[in-house]
């Protein structure tokens, strides 16, 4: 037995009620902040501290 029976009809309706709240504009920012957050959390769960652009950065250039 599910927890959660989650329709067609009822993601249609979520969906109708975030666009009236948030409105057309705000709602690419939120999903993107989302993915933000969940890639970092997968990050902090595979034990990765900080993302691989900064570590690249960090590191000793070779010749200085």
Same mark, same amino acid.
């Given at each position: =037995?599910? &927890?959660?029976f989650i329709g ?7 969906? &109708?009620?975030?666009l &009236? #709240?948030f409105g $057309?504009?705000?709602? /690419?920012e #939120? =999903?993107?902040? #989302?993915?933000? $957050?969940?890639?970092?959390?997968k990050d $902090? =769960?595979?034990g990765?501290?900080e993302p ?7 590191? /000793?250039?070779?010749g200085?």
């Amino acid at each position: =037995m599910t &927890l959660l029976f989650i329709g067609t009809q009822e993601i249609i309706i979520i969906a &109708l009620i975030v666009l &009236l #709240l948030f409105g $057309g504009k705000k709602i /690419p920012e #939120l =999903m993107r902040g #989302l993915g933000k $957050g969940v890639k970092s959390f997968k990050d $902090g =769960m595979d034990g990765k501290d900080e993302p691989a652009e900064k570590k690249e950065n960090n590191e /000793p250039k070779e010749g200085a």
